[in-house]
């Protein structure tokens, strides 16, 4: 499912969907046609939302929560997200803006300069306008008391062009239905700079900033400049009206505008900027407002908390099987409407036809039911319910209906390409004691297990055939947004799959996709590289035909040990690259850390994506050390080795994980390309992963996942493979099965 999204120099927004057995790579997938339900734009249809926060922030110009022009101290909930535009004359800003902590904001911003041409395009008769892209992050340092104001620390262009860049600390206090702010600004916030430095006292070097020059310091961190020069003091008022609809929002801003970047000089008739924020409804803010005594602004803001909301309603699934006393009945018929079945032996049972209804209601695909003395155990794929806990209770349910006393313990083992990763276990007593409101949730909770895979004796009771075959046929999309050529580089495909099955363990995966429509003529500029051309030729791999194959590949999984896997590919696995390799994870069941390593060798495919190679040639690999923190859900993965344009380095990844599953996070790569890496020293990127489940009406076990990388580059590329051994055993993470246990009994 292996997709090129990325254009050379370019912003890029991706949208995939992907099961537990896919990874998150530095290509883009397929699109799902279930993709284009992006978690901010499904917050619209009027999903219902877990709770209303009494008192809410809003989102300024540049995406982060403030006034207009000028930043706060306050802080959205955590798991807030959202999307703004913003319009003042000549910017228009497009902002990502995430909470992952309730101390920590975070936001990526795209600005298009009207009245300045795109620097690095070599056609500039296209009319393309300036981009500059850029990633903010702000600290709280203190939160607000009843006496004190919180107090809070930022910067803008963290590690960008440093055209925007700007540190500040602010204060904030409410006072009934007013917010006042007050901060000290350097760098582009703090333009009119009229006060001194007060670090200058400290040392005199703060006293002066470094001018930036448009592709000098593109990517890297500017760390010698922050906090430096002359600064200015910002700040500001919100008057929550007492209609709720409306907020009024006025400012002293910090710039004068006499030294914006592209040698810009605009004109500033008062400091003091205006504005009007009307809440359409919980999702949309719209902003109208009056800056620099002269300028017009408007900007739209789409937003929600996701780590707040809990599963949505579900319609369209089946009706779970109610425990009711085994009057004599058949156990065939709907998932809808389950029959009322019949109590017997383990020996008796129709197993075949309790594979089908677990299929249908319990989302299960069935493997094979074995019998372990008073344990029966289920080996599956679960396919629909995203919180395993939901599939442990719907399997109960319907075992419980059917079995005799003799069966004590319910066991589902969640299997993933022929791996088994868990088992998780109910006691059969206490789970009807719990549904007929006998015992508490935390009662049932102790006496639900989860145990490694246990290699012991059993007997098999029933063994699923294999189906052979599985087929696909959707519609992709790829967008690139930014480039020097057109705002918008898009195409539209139609993605045919096909899965065929030796065994469970042992399967062989092939993708054609074709072109429907594009704007690739647009499409010219390729971007600067000192290093192999890995990812930077991505535009050839794009024009060079309308029928590409870019995934033709065998795979074969074992389980090596108690809590180790393996796993071992070749083919075509992606869009550009071909090979051998193979992958070991070792994932103690119960422990909050993993240790992986891959290694591949590997092949330039050819542009048209069908057998043929190019010369080059690369061995590439990583070890990865991933680790649950246990503090506010912070999960840290750490990979050091080769890369695909031969240099070697670490890639840091560092998400926060909400207990409804939904993931924030950010990654960084540094190499050994050092000054070959291309624009900026480094790659990096942020990301949101959200399930399905928690705006669809009907389960799904799958995820949506957004990434935006500010450009595509050749150092620190890494291979984008179909199947990854962590992502493959996620349900040994036993954190989201604890968080989601009330599950058990819907």
Known sequence: MNRIAGIAASAIGRISSHDKASNRGTLARRKQWLSAFTPLALCIAGVPHAQDAPYYYTQNDFGETGLLQTPSARMADEGQVGFSYSRTEPYTRLNVFGQPFSWLEGSFRYTIVSNRGFAANPNPGNGQSYKDKSIDVKVRLLEESHY???????????????????????????????????????????????????????????????????????????????????????????????????????????????????????????PVNLGAVFRVNHYIDVTLGYERGNTAMASFSIHDNLAQRTDAPKPFDPVPEPVAPPPVATVSGPASTPPTPTTTTTAKADWAAVSRILEQNAGISVNHIAQRGSELLVYGEQKRFFYGAEGLGRAARILNNRLDSSIEWITFVPE????????????????????????????????????????????????????????????????????????????FTADGKATYHFTNNLWFDAQVNVNLANNFNLYTFDAPSKLPRVR???????????????????????QLGTDL??????????????????????????????????????????????????????????????????????????????????????????????????????????????????????????????????????????????????????????????????????????????????????
């Open 148 to 270: 004190l104001p919180a107090v809070a620390v930022g910067i803008r262009d963290l590690a960008g062009t440093g055209l925007f860049s700007s540190e500040y600390f602010v204060g904030s206090k409410r006072v009934g239905p007013l917010d006042f702010s007050l901060g000290l600004a350097w760098g582009y916030l703090g333009g009119r700079g009229n006060l001194p430095n007060p670090f200058g006292w400290i040392d005199s070097d703060f006293d002066h900033r470094s001018a930036t020059t448009p592709g000098a310091t593109t990517g890297e961190f500017t760390a010698s400049n922050y906090f430096r020069g002359p600064t200015a003091l910002f700040g500001g008022v919100e008057y929550q009206t007492p209609l709720s609809w409306l907020r009024l929002k006025a400012e002293l801003d910090g710039n004068n505008y006499k030294h914006e970047p592209l040698d810009e000089n605009l004109p500033q008739r008062w």
């Open 416 to 491: 993933n390409h022929g791996l088994p990763i868990v088992e998780d276990s109910v006691h059969r007593p206490k789970f009807v004691a719990y549904l007929d409101h006998d015992i508490d949730l935390p009662t049932l909770r102790r006496s639900v297990e989860q145990d490694p895979t246990a290699l012991q004796a059993e007997q098999v009771l029933y063994a699923k055939p294999l189906k052979r075959w599985d087929f696909s046929l959707l519609p992709g999309y790829n967008q690139s947004i930014g480039g020097p050529d057109a705002p918008i580089i898009y195409q």
């Open 536 to 558: 930077t030729d991505v535009r050839l791999y794009l024009e060079s035909s309308n029928v590409v194959m870019p995934l033709f590949q065998l795979t074969g999984t074992r």
């Open 565 to 746: 896997y393996g796993m071992a590919y070749a083919g075509m696995f992606e869009s550009m690259f071909g090979g051998v390799g193979g992958e070991v994870l070792y994932r103690p069941l119960g422990e909050p850390w993993a240790f992986g390593v891959d290694a591949n060798y590997v092949g330039q495919r050819g542009f048209d994506q069908d057998f043929s190679f190019r010369n080059y040639r690369v061995a590439t690999g990583q070890a990865t050390f991933y680790y649950d923190t246990g503090w506010q859900g912070l999960h840290t993965a750490i990979s050091a080795g080769r890369y695909l344009a031969g240099d070697w380095g670490t890639t840091l990844d560092l998400s926060r994980h909400f207990d409804n599953g939904v993931r924030m996070g950010a990654y960084a790569t540094f190499t050994t390309a050092g000054s070959k890496y291309g624009e900026g020293s480094f790659d990096k990127g942020v990301y949101i992963s959200v399930p399905f489940d928690l705006f669809l009406p009907l389960s799904r076990s799958d995820r949506a996942d957004v990434m935006w990388e500010p450009l595509l580059r050749d150092g620190g590329a890494r291979l984008d493979k179909e199947y990854h051994l962590y992502d493959m055993t996620d349900d040994r993470d036993g954190n989201l099965f604890d968080q989601n246990m009330n599950m058990i009994s819907h």
